[in-house]
């Protein structure tokens, strides 16, 4: 027999086997092992600053929920839902407004998409700044280390403030908002919500470490936070608390570091890049981001200048709701961050789309359509017609900060004081003809009305409604008084428990601990009709 | 079975030819079975004199000149051989009974084939006869309805990617596949099964049970598909022609939807008025807001007028009538409007066309069969089709004695045109599908003008047709763009080139001694090309390219030592079998794509002159398994039966330390109509009784990158290059720990045959637990998992079922056959335990639960109580609960949704599903039917809740059965008024559940074999012409559905009810040819 030639063939057979090492089989892709993250490390080490500027990163991320849909942005989708569930901004009633459940509010839905990515989105960031923070020795010392961790701190106290007054009224410190996560936390699914109060301990906590370490450190991009931010940040806080003075004291150290945006500077569409010197903190959108899913992003929506968006190609313009743009005086320069009825604003002067002029008629197929009434043009395009839409977003202004102040000295006695600054500010940089009683507000409520007015679209709609303890006011007992579709025609009261949002199934099915939301109902078109919120009146 | 019967007398007369002695006499007679009939073709011989021979005519007559002492030997395949001394008889009637040792079915079984008796295992086979009826271009397609236990789910028509998915026994896992291993030829298959041409397949095996299926361990879990392709069968050369035309339909109706554009006005109309009336408003005020509203896309209306209304006068009455003297057609000074019908538009007829011709022979050292395939498969909607090439070539060669070399290579080259659709994403106003069966019939496909005479005509521009996308005066509210016009000018192919190869050598040192090597590759180059035309949804880009490579590549090694013995002098027989195997996998993509094109109709990136999006990427991604097997099988007398089988796997999804898993079976089979005691029973011709358990194991968590390296944490990273910083997140969070899913089966049943034939079957029953299940736990939000879920090994479920088969004849003549077919199925499927983590309330979501006690198929939905006849609001159920939780009341009723309890109600399957045939052969014609059934179980039809809408949906398609909506004078009813309410939204509700009962005709062919002696003078062997319809009729609970699509459960946006943005499936009715020659 020739037995030897097939053991021969059969050992060929096995030693070609032999080389194939199932351990060795790693990816090859845009994913890492963590053992691949190390060998980078080990042979980059610069590249371990990556994880650090990933959570920056994730703020804006398009599709960062796995959603893979236009309304899946992260941080950015938060602020933009706080607006549409506000008073003030509105987008059509059609089918491509991804958002109508924020309009109609039936939001508050444990099934649905949009909260659940409003809820999921600050876990994400916490969770990632908790494992950062964990990295380090208790003991760290060295200044760079130091840095990152404070600006970790300041991003999870960012992340409580998003997600706190979602679930629960600030005003209200000891009712239930969130569970609280820190790196301590072992078991989540027995991990109650805990009150207001306790989540904003840390968060203040998180803050005073960051105003305290990060003295003297200079940030390589406005991405990043630096003292002025945690000051910001820490001024915030405070206004959710009542702690007035500390507000004001807080806002006092930005506005000295920034100034305001000129009248001409935004006499066109503008609040697009970060490198605008009135920003403090800035979402640095880049196109490498936006390539994953361009629809995805704050300039498919709230830009009106966007060649690649829903907001332009399907006409779901974000618009101001007339109630509020009628009170704006004409000799403001914000009263041109809206078309009027005639789909007018000096802002569009000389401005072309792909060189075409008009824009606010203009049409082109599957890709503008023309403004509707009242569609903002207060949010440019670095490029009119773009499609790459890697504007950058605003996260904190020096004119914010500037009401701030102005809200914190107004409430902490010190009236003159904040008339003053309030004065100066929009006389010097939006209307020249200002007059701080003007409207006959009280300064309470015309500071109110200014946030509302300048900080239109980043952020803060239903957020000052309910800090503020304001009904929600979005039509004045008649269709005509407002230009909101009929659908989202309602008034809630002020303590009206369908503002609070529901927790996703998801937690209520795994963290057994949670007791839910349950107190009002899906608000019904025209519903109170007679609520006033005192600016708008 | 004639033809073989010649071509085995053949054989046998050629081996013993030599010459005749004297001293004969002639001898005549009939040889026929114990029925009577006449057998044909038999050969009849002289003993010990191999020349002297002849064969039975068609009447079974035979005469022969042979000694008048000698001895003649008749022997026939299929039949015992037999022997008759002459003893000077002149006329000898020979009755020959039949050899069910030689008739008995060799079935393909894991790592060889087994007669059907020795079988320890369950296993259902198809052959190529039913296969090539089948006009289809996936082979997998020809398991519907003829093996039980087997569930095919498929209401896919696509031309391009027929693949069905495929559940053996009921669904075993949580999150890992519950998809077979597909094998061809021996070799683990992951390309796509149509690369396969159905006309090569000689067989297909179904292994069910671990007894069958163990032995391929981990991957054998839910079952093997065996796919077994053909060799010669002959020893002349015969060559086969296949040609086949047909046309390709749509299969499913549309739903019954509202297409009088007048009765779609007037229902959104009223819809409108009833949304302010019932806020509060007067009916005064109802009217006018409808009147303001109805053409206004921003604030909930309809966007379009294609009436003309008489100046000055209402569009619709206060009657809720349109206008009597409107017409329609309207003309706004610029454009001219008036409804399409996009269902009509976008759906056509296609020709479908096949050609196959095959060669194959073999001699003593050599066995060759080589094929050529042509497909050209037409879509039922434009710019949707499949083209295929294949040719095969399986060879065998004995080297030596103890050598033999085996080689098979298959080549498939197929071209597709894809039309677009997503079927897993709801609500894309991209799918044409989407788009056609959910568009208001008000609404323009193009864009008209009228001509100086004034008569409307169709817009054209560049010789383009000018599609309606929103760029008239008019707005839709819904549905961007134009998807019939995307599908128009956009281009997308697909091009794949797949080598799949075998070699193996077989060395036979010693008798009874095996040893063997197989070398087995996939190579499946994929190159797509995807053009989004500027005159499309991409004109703000200029244009789109995507292009993409994807190279899959699998090698697979196989060696193997086989030993065969009969131990002398005894009636022990074994079959030891022990190897090693090793699969490795790697998963390649190129893919590119940038925009601005220069040429709008070239889709390749060097046409495409963007700078700012242009995106390159590629990756590896590997997967390996290795293992040892082994089996050993004893046969006692041909009486008793035993197997066991062991396997121990590892697999590169699990962290060193957790990759091994040891899997095997135990079985066993007694034949009893062997034993002595029933040799007289003599209506039971064959009665096997079985039993088998086993373990298998499954670690395919999906295909998705993630879950190539589900044990290990991942990251993933980006660049600034502003700031020139990289950022790195972490994407997914893996867990060391994951190891096998394991599932053991066990089985018990009997194969019997009665009544010589008329009744033949087999019953099984089974049980499956599956254990540590392969899961994605999800894990509280605030956790902050990158992700949601973790993969775990958690949790256990038990399917359980019994499967029926039955088969026979009810005639059986010389002339005339006529059989039939039945099986059924039923499985239970049951949550044994779930994650600690887990609450007793189990896992809920938004339509299902999971709960221990439940399905992985249990219903969690809302409870509809009907309409409330005073004010026509639709209500709800729900558990009325005091402060501290407890339900005070249970199924109290209310019209706020928010309040209403999710239930849990119960599991979808259905309690039965099978199949059912009958063929007929009678005088050369052949006609035969297969169906395939359901019953007993709930489909969540969501699609009709998309038509059932009471909210706005503007714009969107309208069920009839919202005419029966309640009215104050229509009361008794159970469609809420329409009033524009949006509590329900998308949400589940149980009132969308329907019947998923069905029967379906899956196949019906008629042929005509032409009787050779017609034929023969032209020289060919055989001659049949066919007309074949595939997927002639669905019967189902409403028209519209398909309960095929899914399993069944789902919602609005999920599961089932994603169904109308399907490819609906297609019929055909063809027309072929068969030559042989």
Same mark, same amino acid.
């Given at each position: ?48 600053e ?19 849909t ?12 706080n ?55 208790? !003991? ?23 997600l *706190? ?38 968060v ?11 003295e ?9 936070? !630096?003292q ?48 605008e010197?009135?920003? *403090? ?37 974000v ?29 569009? !002067? ?5 060189g ?29 017609g ?25 409430k ?16 010097t940089y ?13 300064l ?15 952020g ?54 949670i ?23 | ?34 029925? #009577? ?20 005519d ?14 003649l ?9 037999t ?12 009755v020959l ?17 087994a ?5 320890t295992?369950s296993?259902?086979m ?32 696509d ?16 999150s ?65 022609? =296949?040609?086949?035309?047909?046309v ?65 006068e209402?569009?619709?009455?206060t009657?809720?009538?349109?206008n ?61 089709n499949?083209?295929?090439? +294949? ?76 599609? =309606? ?57 994929t ?16 244009g ?23 131990i ?13 195997e ?19 109709l ?54 060193k ?8 079976s ?25 039993v ?6 499954n ?11 589900p ?70 939000l ?32 010389r ?20 994650? =600690? ?30 309409? =409330? ?31 209403? +309890? ?32 359901q ?33 104050? &004078? ?7 008024r329409? &009033? ?9 509700? &149980?009132?969308?559940?329907i ?16 009787p ?28 519209g559905?398909?309960?095929r699509?899914?399993m ?6 999920? #599961? ?7 490819y ?7 027309g ?6």
């Amino acid at each position: 027999m020739k037995l030897n030639k097939i053991y021969l063939t059969l050992a060929a057979g096995l030693a070609f086997t032999a080389c194939q090492d199932i351990d060795e089989i790693v990816p090859q892709s845009d994913r890492m092992l963590e053992s691949q993250v190390k060998e980078t490390n080990t042979i980059v080490p610069s590249r371990a600053e990556a994880s650090f500027t990933g959570m920056f990163t994730s703020i804006g991320k398009p599709y960062a929920s796995g959603y893979n849909t236009p309304d899946d942005f992260a941080f950015l989708v938060m602020a933009f839902c706080n607006d549409l569930e506000g008073a003030d901004a509105l987008i059509p009633d059609t089918g491509y407004n991804w958002f109508s459940v924020c309009g109609e509010y039936s939001s508050r839905n444990a099934n649905y998409r949009n909260p659940y990515i409003r809820y999921e989105t600050p876990y994400k960031l916490i969770a990632n700044v908790n494992t950062f923070l964990s990295g380090f020795p208790e !003991d760290v010392t060295d200044e760079n280390s130091i840095h990152l961790i404070a600006q970790a701190k300041a991003l999870r106290a960012f992340a409580y403030m998003q997600l *706190v007054p979602a679930f629960q009224f600030v005003t209200n410190l000891d009712g239930p908002a969130v569970p609280l996560v820190t790196p301590e936390t072992e078991d989540f699914t027995h991990n109650p919500r805990a009150s207001v109060r306790d989540i904003y301990a840390l968060v203040i906590e998180d803050l005073n470490y960051a105003v305290e370490k990060l003295e003297g450190f200079k940030r390589s991009s406005k991405m990043y936070i !630096d003292q002025t931010v945690a000051y910001g940040l820490r001024a915030r806080a405070n206004l959710d608390l009542g702690n007035y003075a500390d507000a004001a004291a807080d806002a006092a150290r930005v506005i000295a570091q920034y100034t305001p945006a000129s009248i001409a500077e935004v006499s066109k569409p503008s609040f697009m890049s970060i490198d605008e010197h009135n920003w *403090v903190w800035g979402y640095d959108m880049t196109a490498a981001l936006t390539l994953k899913k361009t629809d995805a992003t704050p300039s498919s929506w709230i830009r009106s200048f966007s060649g690649d968006s829903y907001s332009a190609a399907c006409q779901c313009y974000v618009s101001i709701n007339k109630l509020l743009w009628n009170k704006i005086p004409a000799t403001d320069i914000r009263k041109q961050w809206w078309v009027d009825e005639g789909l007018h604003s000096t802002l569009l !002067d000389g401005l072309t789309w792909k060189g075409k002029g008009d824009i606010a008629n203009l049409s082109i197929n599957n890709e503008k359509e023309p403004f509707l009434p009242y569609t903002n043009v207060k949010f440019g395009c670095l490029t009119i017609g773009t499609t790459t839409n890697d504007e950058d977003f605003p996260l904190m202004r020096v004119e914010e900060m500037i009401l701030v102040r102005a809200e914190g000295l107004a409430k902490s006695g010190k009236e003159t004081e904040a008339a003053q600054v309030l004065s100066d500010f929009v006389t010097t940089y939006r209307d020249p003809q200002y007059s701080v009683n003007g409207r006959g507000l009280s300064l309470a409520d015309e500071i109110w009305f200014q946030r509302r007015v300048e900080l239109w679209g980043e952020g803060f709609g239903i957020y000052d409604i309910k800090r503020l303890g304001k009904p929600l006011v979005r039509f004045h007992g008649t269709p005509e008084s407002t230009n909101i579709a009929p659908a989202f025609r309602f008034n809630m009261a002020a303590d009206d428990g369908w503002l609070l949002m529901r927790f996703p199934q998801t937690e209520l099915d795994t963290n057994f601990s949670i007791e839910d939301n349950n107190n009002g109902s899906l608000p019904v078109m025209d519903q109170n009709p007679t609520l006033r919120d005192g600016v708008t009146d | 079975m004639k033809k073989i019967r010649l071509f085995f007398t053949a054989m046998v007369l050629l081996i013993f030819s030599v010459a005749v002695s004297a001293q004969n006499i002639t001898v005549t007679g009939t040889v026929s079975d114990e029925s #009577g009939a006449a057998v044909a073709g038999a050969g009849v011989l002289l003993k010990g004199n191999n020349t002297v021979y002849t064969m039975t005519d068609n009447a079974g007559q035979y005469r022969i000149s042979v000694p008048a002492n000698g001895t003649l030997t008749v022997n026939c395949l299929g039949y015992q051989d037999t022997e008759v001394n002459v003893a000077g008889q002149s006329v000898i009637n020979i009755v020959l009974i039949e050899d069910k040792q030689m008739l008995e079915e060799t079935i393909v079984v894991a790592y060889g084939t087994a007669t059907k008796s020795s079988f320890t295992g369950s296993a259902a086979m198809v052959k190529s006869e039913s296969i090539e009826k089948k006009i289809s271009a996936n082979v997998t397609n020809a398991l519907a309805g003829t093996t039980p236990g087997v569930q095919i789910i498929s209401g896919s028509g696509d031309p391009t990617s027929s693949s069905p998915t495929i559940r053996i026994r009921g669904i075993g896992s949580m999150s890992a596949s519950n998809s077979p291993l597909i094998v061809v030829d021996g070799m683990p298959y992951e390309g796509s099964i149509s690369d396969i041409n159905p006309n090569d397949v000689e067989s297909m095996s179904v292994l069910k049970d671990a007894s069958a299926s163990a032995i391929y361990g981990h991957r054998g879990a839910n079952g093997v598909v065996l796919i077994t392709t053909k060799k010669a069968s002959s020893g002349d050369a015969q060559v086969k022609f =296949d040609a086949r035309f047909g046309v390709n339909s749509r299969l499913i109706p549309q739903y019954d939807v509202i297409t009088d554009p007048a009765e779609y006005y007037e229902t959104y109309y009223k819809m409108m008025y009833n949304q302010y009336y019932y806020a509060g408003h007067t009916s005064a005020e109802s009217y006018e807001y409808a009147d303001k509203y109805i053409f206004d896309q921003n604030n909930g209306g309809l966007g379009y007028q294609v009436y003309t209304v008489p100046e000055g006068e209402k569009f619709i009455g206060t009657n809720f009538k349109l206008n009597p003297k409107a017409t329609l057609g309207y003309y706004d000074g610029t454009y001219y409007y008036t409804p399409d019908n996009w269902y009509k538009e976008a759906f056509h007829n296609s020709f479908r066309q096949e050609y196959n011709v095959s060669v194959s022979g073999s001699s003593d050292r050599f066995n060759y069969y080589a094929s050529a395939g042509i497909l050209n498969d037409g879509g039922m909607v434009s710019n949707s089709n499949y083209k295929r090439y +294949t040719g095969r070539v399986n060879a065998d060669y004995q080297v030596k004695k103890w050598f033999k070399v085996s080689t098979s290579l298959n080549y498939s080259h197929s071209n597709s045109q894809v039309a677009d659709y997503d079927d897993e994403t709801y609500g894309s106003s991209g799918n044409i599908f989407y788009i056609v069966n959910n568009m208001g019939p008000i609404y323009p496909l193009y864009v008209r003008k009228l001509d100086e005479d004034g008569n409307p005509y169709i817009l054209t521009e560049n010789g383009r047709t000018v599609y =309606d996308s929103n760029n008239t005066n008019f707005k839709r509210p819904n549905f961007v763009g134009n998807a019939i016009r995307d599908n128009e000018v956009d281009d997308r192919h697909n091009y794949a080139d797949v080598l799949v190869g075998k070699w193996g050598a077989v060395f036979t040192p010693v008798e009874g001694l095996t040893l063997s090597a197989n070398l087995g590759i996939t190579d499946d180059n994929t190159r797509s090309t995807e053009l989004y035309s500027q005159f499309g949804s991409a004109s703000s880009d200029d244009g789109q390219v995507y292009v993409e490579h994807n190279r899959l590549f699998t090698v697979n090694q196989q060696y193997l030592a086989e030993y065969k013995k009969n131990i002398a002098g005894t009636e022990h027989s074994i079959d030891i079998l022990a190897g090693y195997e090793q699969y490795k996998k790697t998963s390649q993509l190129l893919y590119g794509q940038n925009d601005h094109l220069f040429n709008p109709l070239i889709g390749e990136l060097s046409n495409a002159d963007g700078t700012e999006k242009k995106t390159v990427k590629s990756y590896t991604n590997e997967y390996m398994t290795e293992g040892f097997l082994a089996r050993a099988q004893y046969d006692y007398a041909g009486k008793y039966f035993a197997s066991a089988s062991f396997r121990r796997d590892a697999s590169s999804r699990f962290a060193k330390g957790h990759r091994w898993g040891n899997f095997g079976s135990l079985g066993a089979a007694w034949l009893v109509t062997r034993e002595d005691f029933m040799k007289d029973v003599s209506w039971v011709d064959m009665l096997k009784l079985k039993v088998s358990y086993g373990i298998q194991g499954n670690d395919n968590l999906g295909t998705r990158a993630q879950w190539y390296y589900p044990y290990a944490d991942q990251y993933t990273h980006s660049y600034n290059s502003s700031t020139n910083e990289y950022s790195m997140q972490l994407a997914f969070k893996g867990n060391s720990e994951l190891t096998w899913e394991t599932s053991k089966s066990f089985n018990i049943g009997t194969d019997f045959e009665l009544l010589k034939g008329a009744l033949n079957g087999s019953i099984e029953l089974f049980t499956r637990k599956t254990e540590d299940l392969l899961y994605s736990k999800d894990v509280p939000l605030s956790a902050g998992n990158p992700t949601g879920v973790i993969p775990v090994n958690v949790g256990s479920i038990m399917n359980k079922g019994i499967e029926v088969t039955l088969d026979g004849s009810i005639i059986n003549t010389r002339d005339v056959n006529w059989t039939w077919n039945l099986n059924l199925s039923h499985y239970s499927n049951k949550i044994l335990s779930l994650d =600690d983590s887990v609450s007793e309330e189990g896992i809920k979501q938004s339509y299902r639960i999971y709960k221990v006690g439940g399905s992985l198929y249990e219903l969690y939905i809302r409870k509809y109580a009907g309409v =409330d006849p005073e004010s026509g609001k639709a209500l709800y159920y729900y558990d009325e609960k005091d402060d501290d939780g407890n339900v005070i009341a249970t199924m109290q009723t209310t019209s706020d949704f928010s309040k209403a +309890t999710q239930y849990e109600d119960g599991s979808i399957l259905p309690k039965l599903y099978g199949g059912f045939g009958t063929s007929v052969s009678a005088y050369g014609f052949d006609l035969s039917a297969q169906f395939s059934y359901q019953l007993g179980g709930r489909y969540y039809d969501g699609s009709y809740q998309a038509l059932m809408h009471t909210q706005a949906s503007a714009g969107q398609a309208w069920h009839r059965d919202v005419l029966k909506a309640w009215t104050p &004078d229509n009361t008794n009813t159970d469609v809420p008024r329409l &009033d524009g309410d949006i509590q329900v939204a998308q949400a589940a509700v &149980d009132r969308f559940l329907i019947s998923s009962n069905y029967l379906s005709i899956n196949n019906v062919t008629l042929g005509y074999t032409v009787p050779a002696r017609l034929v023969k003078k032209a020289g060919i062997g055989s001659l049949r012409v066919y007309v074949s319809g595939e997927n002639l009729a669905v019967f189902t609970a409403r028209k519209g559905v398909d309960p095929r699509f899914a399993m069944g459960i789902g919602s609005y946006t999920a #599961g089932s009810g994603l169904s109308t943005g399907g490819y609906g499936a297609m019929r055909n009715i063809t027309g072929g040819i068969t030559l042989t020659f």
